[in-house]
Structure formats: structure tokens, C-alpha cells
């Protein structure tokens, strides 16, 4: 993943979700039949449902629901949305499902797609829409409880929101471009994720007339994203291609901070995919860089990247990577210490300290680099190494910035250095640029999903801040102020 490299001067035919590779992949469709009789179909709620006042009263939690009402209660609510965006989006009428929605079991049999009818084989460990025959299917036994158990009801209800944007994409005829050509896969995919994120947003804001949901669950739908990430190395131009999970929280966070509006703009507008491809190097190592190499060069880069930073500010930043002042030790064995004074126990909670008295940096290894590279790979302990620098950029830039505002400034800032990683900006103290291999921002996303929450705050917000830097660099990250 991560390496150093010599610097030189569903679209329209639906979403298969596959639990065994987490790999999405469109499933073909012919002409719409009839057959079978699904016991478990849920009955797409009338187009009538009346809007609500945004109070949602009565909103029973999406969290406290049993499996068995988690797809009913999220097709009411979805269609309750619709039946509120499409007029006021797409100027148009909504129109339901007309065969529903169905999940599966073996035994029981859908209305057809490709075939006569859609038997629980085709669905299985996927989840899908069928324009054709204008119905969703999903496994009723593998994928959807398995995601209810390991992520939670919202997890299951953002699948159901996403199939339910392929259907919106027929509806407005979303699936061409302005030549009548049609669109790729990526983009059809990530506004689909855009649609959702607009419907948990609506949801989250209590405009659903029958189920609430809190900050809990919006952060477990950043998991879910991830989990349905297309597998390492597939790029936008692949057939199929549905995005990393950058990609896919990306889309996601799009349509929940800017709505069906932004989302609607996706086919003549869409987002730029993030593309990484595998190098020699990468293919050699898995593409993760070997940890000790990780922690000699990225504190390398991150001198070089801030030195630049600051000197375009007109000042000097002071490198940290010196024995004299950074130190990657087990705080449990050797607390790090400020100035020759033991540091306060209550800003080591996070396992990164920066000490602005002898401008030395600390960071807990065992627990906030080696933990991570191990079990979620390079890039996660490189976002950490990255947090630090970030504490003592601002620091030394005197930002006034406290509380929940400055753990999101550092999060935009370590989104700002990866950015400037992307763009083949940052190299190291030998002048090797730095570069990202498929997978780096999961991986830094991943890290976000599993640090701790009472310390940093929220996934959501976290990712959002990061995805700031990231794209907008250190200007969308109110530094230095």
C-alpha cells in the first residue's frame, strides 16, 4: 500500500452485495415474469403516505427493532421519502414497486428477472433490483440477518435505501447521459449511496413518520460502506466498479449533507473515483509497507510536507523526526513526560501527546501503531503518525481552535496530508515521493470506525472532516486560525 517511489521533475440492470468478497457486481436482467409465491414479500406501502411534520412522534428506534420488522419499517420509511423528494426534487410523481419487495429463503421464489422466476440461488448473499420486473430481492438468510447481527438494523435499511435508489434511477431516467449513452457503473452506484445517505439524513433529522435512529447508527453505516467496498485494485473504468469505500462514504456523506438535490446532480456532475492501482511493490508486499519501514518514513514525509506548509505561511516549522523529539514508546512502561515534568494523564487518553514546552511528540506505539497496522493494515497507523504531526502544526501555528472543533481540524489536516499524498506532492528527506496503493483510505477510514469514540468524537463527523482535507487541503480546514 503505502511506498516510496523516485520523484521525477446496478446502474440500471441493480447491485448484487456479496458477503463472501465483498465485491459488488451488477446482476443481468431480461424480461419481467410472474411465478411463486413469497411468504416473506414485504408489500411496497402505498404511494399516499402522508408527510409528516418533522417531529416524527411515535418514531419507534431503529436500533431496538427485532430482524423480522428491520425491511418492513425501512420500506415505509423510504417510500415516505420519496413520496416527499420526487415532487420536489424531480418534479414527478412518485410510483411504488410495482411486484415489491422480496426476501428469500430457499424454497421460495420472487417474480422473474432473467429468468421465470427469481429462486433464492440467485439472490443468495446479495441483494438486488430488477428494472425489469420493478421488484428488490435480497437473502433473507444469509446476507440480511448476517448484516443485522454484525452491524446492526441501520446497516440493513441503508442496502434497502441504496436498491431503492436504482428504482429512482428508472423512474427518472437517471441511467444516460445527455448523448443517451449510458452511464458507468461507478456512477450510477455512488449516487445510489448518495440517495441513501439523503434518506438517513431526512430520517436522522425525525421526518420519518415510524422509525428514529441517533448518532449510533449513522456512525454504522460507515462500517456497512466499507464492508461493501469493491475489492482491492478495481478501478472506475472496470465493469461493474462500484467505488472504495472512500468512494462509497464519500457518496454517502454527499447526499447527507446536501440532500437528493446534490444527488440528482450526480449523472452530469458526478464525483471524481478515487483510482489507485497496485505497483510492482505492492504486489510484492500485499501493498502494505513493512512497519518499520512505515515508522521511518512517514515521519520523514510528514517533516518535509509541514516544513513546505508553514514556510508558504511565511514561518518556520522545526522537524520532529529526531530522537530528541519523537518518541514512539509504550506509555504504560514510559509515560511521556513534558519538559522534564511527567505529562497530564488527561490529554493521553488518545495515545498521542505533543508536548508544546520542549516541542516533543509521543506516541503510545503498542497501541495507536502497532494495533492498527496489524490489525487493520499501514495506512491506519500512518493516520495516527499524521494526527500527531497535526497537534503540533497547530500548536506552533497558534490555532485558537478548542474542544470538538480542534479534533475535526486535525482529522482535515491528516485528510490534507493524505491528499497531498494522492496528488504526488509529499516525498520523503531522500526526495522518494510518497505514494498510496488501493485500499490506504479504507484503511485510514477503518482506523477512524475502531479509535475511540470518547476521545475523538463521532465516525461521521470524523470521516467528514478527514474527506474535507483531503479534497479541499488546508484551507478547508480553517488553518491556521
Not at 452485495?17 to 414485504?42: E, M, Q, Y
Not at 505529562?343 to 488518545?350: C, F, I, N, S, V
Request: a negative charge; aromatic letters at 8%.
Amino acid at each position: 500500500m503505502l511506498a516510496t517511489i523516485l520523484a521525477t521533475a446496478c446502474a440500471s440492470t441493480g447491485v448484487s452485495v456479496t458477503v463472501k468478497d465483498r465485491h459488488v457486481s451488477p446482476v443481468s436482467t431480461g424480461p419481467a415474469s410472474t411465478g411463486g409465491a413469497p411468504s416473506s414479500t414485504v408489500p411496497s406501502t402505498p404511494t399516499s403516505v402522508p408527510p409528516t411534520n418533522g417531529t416524527a412522534a411515535g418514531g419507534v428506534a431503529m436500533a431496538t427493532l427485532p430482524y423480522v420488522d428491520v425491511v418492513p419499517s425501512a420500506v415505509k420509511a423510504i417510500e415516505q421519502f420519496w413520496g416527499e423528494q420526487l415532487p420536489a426534487v424531480y418534479h414527478m410523481a412518485y410510483r411504488t414497486l410495482s411486484a415489491g419487495v422480496h426476501g428469500l429463503q430457499p424454497g421460495l421464489t420472487a417474480p422473474g428477472c432473467d429468468n421465470r422466476t427469481t429462486t433464492y440461488r440467485s439472490v443468495a448473499g446479495n441483494a438486488f433490483y430488477c428494472p425489469n420486473g420493478d421488484f428488490i430481492a435480497y437473502d433473507d438468510t444469509g446476507l440480511f440477518p448476517s448484516l443485522d447481527r454484525r452491524f446492526g438494523p441501520m446497516v440493513v435499511a441503508i442496502v434497502m435505501a441504496h436498491e431503492w435508489g436504482h428504482a429512482i434511477q428508472i423512474r427518472t431516467k437517471s441511467t444516460v447521459d445527455a448523448n443517451g449513452d449510458a452511464l458507468p457503473t461507478i456512477v450510477l452506484e455512488n449516487q445510489a449511496d448518495c440517495f441513501a445517505g439523503a434518506w438517513t439524513r431526512w430520517v436522522a433529522d425525525g421526518k420519518a413518520s415510524n422509525v428514529s435512529i441517533t448518532a449510533a447508527d449513522v456512525d454504522a453505516s460507515i462500517s456497512g460502506l466499507l464492508f461493501f467496498r469493491d475489492q482491492l485494485g478495481v478501478t472506475s473504468a472496470d465493469q461493474g466498479a462500484h467505488g472504495s469505500g472512500f468512494d462509497r462514504v464519500s457518496a454517502f456523506q454527499d447526499g447527507y449533507e446536501q440532500g437528493v438535490a446534490r444527488c440528482a446532480r450526480y449523472p452530469q456532475d458526478p464525483p471524481k473515483p478515487l483510482d489507485l492501482t497496485f505497483s510492482q511493490a505492492d504486489v510484492a508486499t500485499g501493498g502494505n509497507a513493512p512497519y518499520a519501514d512505515l515508522v521511518t518514513f512517514i515521519p520523514q514525509a510528514l517533516d518535509v510536507y509541514w516544513v513546505h506548509q508553514f514556510q508558504a505561511l511565511g514561518r518556520t516549522f522545526a522537524p520532529l523526526d529526531d530522537p530528541a523529539h519523537l518518541r514512539l514508546v509504550d506509555f504504560s512502561v514510559a509515560p511521556p513526560t513534558c519538559a522534564g515534568a511527567p505529562a497530564p494523564k488527561d490529554q493521553l487518553g488518545d495515545g498521542v501527546y505533543f508536548c508544546a514546552a520542549d516541542g516533543s511528540l509521543a506516541l503510545d506505539q503498542p497501541t495507536v501503531l502497532q494495533a492498527p497496522y496489524d490489525r487493520i493494515g499501514d495506512y491506519a497507523a500512518a493516520i495516527e503518525l499524521a494526527d500527531g504531526w497535526a497537534k503540533a502544526a497547530v500548536q506552533r501555528a497558534g490555532s485558537t481552535t478548542t474542544g470538538d472543533g480542534r479534533e475535526r481540524q486535525l482529522d482535515c489536516l491528516s485528510g490534507a496530508f493524505t491528499g497531498a499524498v494522492y496528488n504526488g506532492q509529499v516525498t520523503d528527506a531522500k526526495g522518494q515521493q510518497i505514494s498510496l496503493s488501493p485500499g490506504d483510505l479504507d484503511k485510514a477510514i477503518s482506523q477512524f470506525v475502531n479509535s475511540s469514540r470518547a476521545v475523538h468524537g463521532r465516525v461521521f463527523d470524523r470521516v467528514a472532516s478527514f474527506r474535507s482535507g483531503f479534497v479541499g487541503g488546508l484551507g478547508a480546514c480553517g488553518f491556521p486560525s
